[in-house]
């Protein structure tokens, strides 16, 4: 029985379900709804190339792109696509591993950091696209898999590292985008055998689910489970009653006790909330792709190559919003009724931001990509915000 419960481009019709809700939030954009944390970016180190992906481990955040190396207090640190720093202190810690590629995708699960991407080798260590690390010492774990295709995104839970992209083979097993390891042995999971029909570019767990969002029409060969979906988070069985149906490529997810947040291409783009049975909350449009979003104290944080945020549904055929716009260049946030939030860090660049990470322990939020400035002062491709 069935459970309960860099920019891309993408032309598509809004649904009008989807429209009409998007009108009622987005007559709510009161510039006096704040903002759970500053605009103001703290002490961090700041990288030599893109930042794709963040994720904190107590007073530790890990950072992993294509950059080769980290600036703190004007010096230079070699890092291969890899560092970690104290969050406390902005001081950037001896944590090293080199990949020999682009890191796309960071999770943390114990003593553990888990790393997927384009790579080969880590610290000299053959690691096909996927490679766990000891969160202290940096040492190569055992972990190691012969992948076929690209992983773009991780998540943990349930005991499983899961992961997805385009991925179409794991240690010569067959495999449709999607894939977990247990994260007690790393053996793969020969049980949880999800499918999609393209490739998932976001992951994201919570109480038993796995949400999945991307480019796929379908999961589990089911149709109409449009670009985000959700699956057991044992058996990979998929719920079929949840089916928002976002109007565009999903590109991040997250997700909290109320409900699932995702940022999204289109015309112009997109940064949605819905409800855990997968009823649209709210809908944000910008006039550029909105490609990470994270939620801390009910407010979604969005990051994009977006300059404008849309007061109301409508823009144009190249994503332009109308007359009524707002200066939000590259990141935004959305209060839980829907209003736009007041804070705006005002980031630079054309991709802009990639990947945004918050810590609820700490109330901060992590912002990367390829900004160079963040409110007209330099800050190279990683921004930190509490």
Not at 182 to 192: E, F, P, Y
Not at 321 to 338: E, H, M
Request: aromatic share 8%.
């Amino acid at each position: 029985m069935r459970i309960s419960q860099l920019a891309w481009r993408a032309t598509t019709v809004v649904v009008a379900a989807l429209a009409a809700c998007t009108a009622a939030t987005a007559a709510t954009a009161a510039t006096a709804a704040h903002a759970a944390v500053g605009s103001a970016a703290r002490l961090s180190p700041q990288f030599n190339g893109s930042v794709y992906a963040v994720a904190y481990r107590g007073d530790t955040v890990y950072v992993g792109g294509s950059f080769t190396g980290a600036v703190i207090d004007g010096r230079f640190r070699e890092r291969e696509r890899l560092a970690a720093f104290d969050t406390r202190s902005g001081e950037l810690l001896d944590w090293a591993p080199g990949a020999d590629d682009t890191v796309r995708a960071l999770a943390v699960s114990g003593e553990s950091v888990y790393a997927a991407g384009d790579f080969t080798e880590i610290s000299g260590h053959p690691r096909d696209a996927i490679a766990r690390i000891d969160g202290e010492s940096g040492a190569v774990g055992a972990f190691s898999h012969q992948v076929a295709g690209t992983p773009r995104a991780l998540a943990v839970g349930d005991g499983k590292l899961y992961v997805g992209g385009s991925i179409t083979e794991i240690d010569s097993s067959g495999r449709s985008r999607l894939a977990a390891f247990s994260l007690h042995g790393g053996a793969l999971d020969t049980r949880w055998r999800p499918t999609a029909d393209n490739t998932v570019n976001a992951l994201a767990y919570r109480g038993g689910r796995v949400y999945l969002g991307g480019n796929f029409h379908r999961t589990d060969g089911v149709r109409s489970t449009l670009r985000l979906s959700a699956v057991d988070a044992d058996t990979g069985e998929l719920d079929e009653d949840f089916r928002p149906k976002p109007p565009a490529v999903v590109y991040a997810i997250a997700v909290d006790g109320d409900g699932v947040y995702a940022a999204m291409g289109g015309q112009g783009g997109r940064a949605a909330a819905y409800t855990h049975d997968g009823q649209t909350r709210w809908v944000r449009v910008f006039d550029g792709d909105a490609q990470a979003i994270a939620v801390l104290d009910g407010t979604a944080y969005v990051g994009g190559h977006f300059d404008k945020a849309c007061t109301t549904e409508f823009n144009g055929r190249r994503g332009a919003c109308d007359d009524r716009s707002v200066s939000r260049i590259k990141l935004a946030a959305v209060t839980p009724d829907g209003s736009l939030s007041d804070w705006a860090p005002q980031a630079n660049g054309i991709v802009g931001v990639r990947t945004i990470t918050v810590d609820p322990v700490r109330r901060t939020v992590a912002v990367g990509g390829d900004f160079t400035t963040i409110g007209g002062k330099s800050q190279r491709r990683y921004a930190f915000f509490g």
